[in-house]
């Protein structure tokens, strides 16, 4: 057989491969497309479907706000000719599907071996955000060809255009090219330029990485990549390129006010996280959404924050009431955009009574009264330092507390181990990644904690122990009205009502006298803790959590980012966040006070010999009243061991004799206390002599008189404090 031949016979043998895999698929494209349903209500103004009423069954009205529209006349030129130039440049050539985008892609990607490039429309983009799911299968991808052929044949250009805009994702809850100018830039889209307009189509590539929110350099460089296409194919000219390639800087994100914006975008990502759909796929889902919205408190942040000075400080901030009894989101407010189950900072010093103090308590470890020392220490060669430099020395886990010690944080956690303590706070709700260092008890983590996270933990502690996670939702049904999710409380225990209540006390005197004692004079029963992180040049976070048997209010205040643009060094967690707090709380309930349960008990304690042996002991017979102080305890951990230490004090070996000159007096004497040598002669009461620091006393009376004489040791302390007495010895002088 000659070369001829055989040519031939490949060459047919490749095109009927071609024609059979041909074949092959289109059988596969409309047997898995058949059922595919297009809906021109899906798009356009009326992508939303779905209703969200607050805890009273009355509707949100403003939804439909949460998307802003803008009609094609009304975007810039710019805007047509960046996101057309970097999406889809046949967009107006072809009928919904690029061939020759996809020839160029399947080449492209062979050459690299990799699957760099795609080839999707704008209108298979369109049929993607709005019809369809985000899996990565060939059902959905041949879904997605169907619908925006159908698309195309259905909508004109234009129409299809508008409706792409005003769909896209930008990031951090931001929808539509509407949204996107006014958070970015503060401009309606036909005022946008085309370095404005470059910009914002360079984000949807990777809204997490070109947002100018996440980094601002990555999005220039990304904005510049995009004028340079256009550049390359004439749609600008050199003198527009050169002007545009200069830094676009963003220097604050603004938004226009939307009654309930945040709490919305809340709900929505729960129901995102609820029903495994896409926040597009939820609002044109027609489900009806019931929450826990109080529109009052609601109503009361929102004017609080929006009235906030704190902005010359450079600070954002957000705000969260819960209801502890339904385990619910009552009210949420926010200046940021991210999603508030994905935004993280890191707590500071709010981690502590969660993190150590918590299981101290629960271990029988420690209790509010425990001495401890507040000094400078290093503990495996890590030295952490108190705020200020500030030390107390000898003192108690009470006013550690309240001052917020960062060294008996870290001795503590050091003391019960990182892994123990980071299981409770695990059980509390709060999330680690690989976080095991010391520093941890000062809230250094990773990747920090969600605003949701701090609320349930502390919301836990003002439940007694009784842990679930907070909601915004409490009801979904379909648009048969069919409950397709409910909100089922079922709190797990996973602390003890007594270490729940010792904690709260001593929250409480933070909130009456520690960090957080702007709070004082707010008429409730309140506990609350302070959090600051930051460090020379300035701080990035700064939180408030305070809880009432009622609600648990969480505030906090930071930085654009965790390394630049920091707030002033002098916003901490007892400035701005703790008078957002104290003005929040003046709408709450005042009608409901934390009870001692039954596993706690008032006790008395030898303060003195406490801190002098560094352990709680019962007093003894011989303790002076002064010391003999109450403490509250867990039952099965309250002191059981009397206190030696002033049955010590007593003389030894007392002895008094006389001579034909003197009384001659010893005793044997304790270091640690006072000793004084009294003489009774009839009416006449003098102190012969004081002891301080001396084990061996002796005393020689020469009295120059005949009769009965007695001689008795005072003791005292070294705070002159009167401890007891010996017996009296009698003796006949003559």
Same mark, same amino acid.
């Given at each position: 057989? #000659?070369? +001829?031949? /055989?040519?031939?016979?490949?060459?047919?043998?490749? $095109? &009927?491969?071609?024609?059979?895999?041909?074949? =092959? *698929?289109?059988?596969?494209?409309?047997?898995?497309?058949?059922?595919?349903?297009?809906?021109?209500?899906?798009?356009?103004?009326?992508?939303?479907?779905?209703?969200?009423?607050?805890?009273?069954?009355?509707?949100?009205?403003?939804?439909?706000?949460?998307?802003?529209?803008?009609?094609?006349?009304?975007?810039?030129?710019?805007?047509?000719?960046?996101?057309?130039?970097?999406?889809?440049?046949?967009?107006?050539?072809?009928?919904?599907?690029?061939?020759?985008?996809?020839?160029?892609?399947?080449?492209? #990607?062979? +050459?690299? /071996?990799?699957?760099?490039?795609?080839?999707?429309? $704008? &209108?298979?983009?369109?049929?993607?955000?709005? =019809? *369809?799911?985000?899996?990565?299968?060939?059902?959905?991808?041949?879904?997605?060809?169907?619908?925006?052929?159908?698309?195309?044949?259905?909508?004109?250009?234009?129409?299809?255009?508008?409706?792409?805009?005003?769909?896209?994702?930008?990031?951090?809850?931001?929808?539509?090219?509407?949204?996107?100018?006014?958070?970015?830039?503060?401009?309606?889209?036909?005022?946008?330029?085309?370095?404005?307009?470059?910009?914002?189509?360079?984000?949807?590539?990777?809204?997490?990485?070109?947002?100018?929110?996440?980094?601002?350099?990555?999005?220039?460089?990304?904005?510049?990549?995009?004028?340079?296409?256009?550049?390359?194919?004439?749609?600008?000219?050199?003198?527009?390129?050169?002007?545009?390639?200069?830094?676009?800087?963003?220097?604050?994100?603004?938004?226009?006010?939307?009654?309930?914006?945040?709490?919305?975008?809340?709900?929505?990502?729960?129901?995102?996280?609820?029903?495994?759909?896409?926040?597009?796929?939820?609002?044109?889902?027609?489900?009806?959404?019931?929450?826990?919205?109080?529109?009052?408190?609601?109503?009361?942040?929102?004017?609080?924050?929006?009235?906030?000075?704190?902005?010359?400080?450079?600070?954002?901030?957000?705000?969260?009431?819960?209801?502890?009894?339904?385990?619910?989101?009552?009210?949420?407010?926010?200046?940021?955009?991210?999603?508030?189950?994905?935004?993280?900072?890191?707590?500071?010093?709010?981690?502590?009574?969660?993190?150590?103090?918590?299981?101290?308590?629960?271990?029988?470890?420690?209790?509010?009264?425990?001495?401890?020392?507040?000094?400078?220490?290093?503990?495996?060669?890590?030295?952490?330092r108190n705020y200020n430099g500030y030390y107390l020395g000898?003192?108690?886990?009470?006013?550690?507390?309240?001052?917020?010690?960062?060294?008996?944080?870290?001795?503590?956690?050091?003391?019960?181990?990182?892994?123990?303590?980071?299981?409770?706070?695990?059980?509390?709700?709060?999330?680690?990644?690989?976080?095991?260092?010391?520093?941890?008890?000062?809230?250094?983590?990773?990747?920090?904690?969600?605003?949701?996270?701090?609320?349930?933990?502390?919301?836990?502690?003002?439940?007694?122990?009784?842990?679930s996670a907070p909601k915004f939702i409490k009801s979904i049904?379909?648009?048969?009205?069919?409950?397709?999710?409910?909100?089922?409380?079922?709190?797990?225990?996973?602390?003890?009502?007594?270490?729940?209540?010792?904690?709260?006390?001593?929250?409480?005197?933070?909130?009456?006298?520690?960090?957080?004692?702007?709070?004082?004079?707010?008429?409730?029963?309140?506990?609350?803790?302070?959090?600051?992180?930051?460090?020379?040049?300035?701080?990035?976070?700064?939180?408030?959590?305070?809880?009432?048997?009622?609600?648990?209010?969480?505030?906090?205040?930071?930085?654009?980012?965790?390394?630049?643009?920091?707030?002033?060094?002098?916003?901490?967690?007892?400035?701005?966040?703790?008078?957002?707090?104290?003005?929040?709380?003046?709408?709450?309930?005042?009608?409901?006070?934390?009870?001692?349960?039954?596993?706690?008990?008032?006790?008395?304690?030898?303060?003195?010999?406490?801190?002098?042996?560094?352990?709680?002991?019962?007093?003894?017979?011989?303790?002076?009243?002064?010391?003999?102080?109450?403490?509250?305890?867990?039952?099965?951990?309250?002191?059981?061991?009397?206190?030696?230490?002033?049955?010590?004090?007593?003389?030894?070996?007392?002895?008094?004799?006389?001579?034909?000159?003197?009384?001659?007096?010893?005793?044997?004497?304790?270091?640690?206390?006072?000793?004084?040598?009294?003489?009774?002669?009839?009416?006449?009461?003098?102190?012969?002599?004081?002891?301080?620091?001396?084990?061996?006393?002796?005393?020689?009376?020469?009295?120059?008189?005949?009769?009965?004489?007695?001689?008795?040791?005072?003791?005292?302390?070294?705070?002159?404090?009167?401890?007891?007495?010996?017996?009296?010895?009698?003796?006949?002088?003559?």
């Amino acid at each position: 057989m #000659n070369i +001829k031949k /055989l040519f031939l016979i490949l060459i047919l043998l490749i $095109i &009927s491969l071609f024609v059979l895999s041909a074949g =092959l *698929l289109m059988i596969t494209y409309h047997t898995i497309t058949k059922d595919t349903k297009f809906d021109a209500n899906m798009f356009g103004r009326h992508l939303v479907t779905t209703s969200l009423f607050d805890k009273s069954n009355k509707p949100i009205e403003n939804l439909n706000d949460y998307l802003e529209y803008t009609d094609y006349d009304m975007l810039s030129p710019n805007v047509i000719t960046a996101f057309v130039a970097i999406e889809d440049k046949r967009f107006f050539e072809h009928s919904g599907i690029d061939y020759v985008g996809i020839a160029r892609a399947i080449l492209h #990607n062979l +050459k690299a /071996l990799s699957m760099k490039e795609g080839a999707s429309t $704008i &209108s298979q983009q369109l049929a993607k955000n709005t =019809l *369809l799911s985000n899996e990565k299968t060939l059902n959905r991808k041949l879904k997605e060809i169907k619908l925006a052929k159908l698309i195309e044949q259905n909508f004109s250009k234009e129409e299809i255009l508008t409706m792409y805009l005003n769909v896209i994702y930008f990031g951090d809850g931001i929808y539509g090219i509407t949204k996107a100018s006014s958070t970015f830039f503060n401009k309606r889209p036909f005022d946008l330029t085309i370095a404005e307009s470059s910009m914002l189509a360079g984000i949807i590539k990777n809204p997490a990485k070109y947002s100018p929110q996440s980094d601002v350099t990555l999005a220039n460089e990304r904005k510049n990549t995009i004028l340079k296409v256009l550049l390359n194919n004439d749609l600008i000219s050199k003198k527009n390129y050169e002007e545009a390639i200069e830094f676009l800087n963003i220097e604050k994100i603004t938004n226009r006010f939307i009654p309930n914006q945040s709490y919305i975008k809340a709900v929505l990502d729960e129901a995102c996280l609820l029903l495994n759909k896409s926040e597009r796929e939820i609002l044109a889902g027609g489900y009806n959404i019931k929450t826990y919205l109080d529109r009052g408190l609601q109503h009361h942040i929102e004017s609080l924050m929006n009235s906030d000075n704190s902005n010359a400080h450079n600070a954002m901030k957000s705000a969260i009431i819960t209801s502890n009894e339904q385990s619910s989101v009552v009210s949420y407010h926010s200046d940021i955009q991210h999603s508030i189950f994905k935004f993280r900072r890191n707590p500071a010093s709010i981690l502590k009574p969660i993190i150590v103090y918590a299981p101290g308590i629960e271990r029988g470890i420690i209790s509010p009264d425990t001495p401890v020392i507040d000094e400078p220490t290093t503990i495996k060669e890590y030295s952490p330092r108190n705020y200020n430099g500030y030390y107390l020395g000898l003192t108690s886990i009470r006013e550690a507390v309240k001052t917020s010690s960062n060294v008996i944080a870290v001795k503590l956690l050091e003391q019960l181990g990182v892994k123990l303590c980071k299981d409770y706070a695990s059980s509390l709700g709060i999330s680690f990644d690989n976080d095991n260092g010391l520093s941890l008890a000062l809230g250094a983590m990773r990747k920090g904690c969600t605003l949701l996270e701090i609320v349930e933990s502390y919301m836990t502690i003002a439940n007694y122990g009784m842990h679930s996670a907070p909601k915004f939702i409490k009801s979904i049904s379909d648009e048969n009205d069919n409950l397709i999710y409910t909100n089922k409380i079922s709190p797990k225990n996973v602390l003890s009502m007594g270490t729940c209540y010792l904690l709260t006390d001593m929250l409480r005197d933070v909130a009456k006298k520690g960090t957080a004692k702007k709070l004082a004079d707010v008429d409730l029963d309140i506990a609350s803790k302070t959090g600051t992180h930051g460090d020379n040049f300035g701080n990035s976070d700064a939180w408030n959590i305070a809880y009432t048997p009622t609600n648990t209010v969480c505030v906090w205040y930071g930085s654009k980012s965790m390394d630049k643009n920091k707030m002033d060094c002098k916003l901490t967690g007892g400035t701005y966040p703790t008078l957002l707090v104290k003005k929040i709380c003046r709408k709450l309930e005042q009608n409901k006070y934390f009870k001692i349960p039954t596993d706690v008990i008032e006790a008395e304690f030898d303060q003195f010999s406490s801190e002098m042996e560094m352990k709680i002991c019962k007093p003894s017979y011989y303790t002076p009243d002064v010391y003999i102080k109450k403490g509250l305890f867990i039952d099965k951990y309250a002191p059981t061991e009397v206190s030696q230490y002033f049955d010590s004090a007593l003389p030894k070996n007392f002895t008094a004799s006389t001579d034909e000159s003197a009384i001659k007096i010893k005793f044997r004497a304790n270091k640690a206390f006072k000793y004084k040598l009294i003489r009774k002669f009839k009416d006449e009461v003098a102190t012969l002599c004081e002891y301080n620091n001396e084990e061996f006393c002796q005393f020689e009376d020469y009295l120059n008189k005949i009769g009965i004489v007695n001689y008795c040791i005072e003791v005292y302390d070294n705070n002159d404090i009167y401890i007891t007495r010996t017996p009296n010895i009698f003796l006949f002088f003559y």
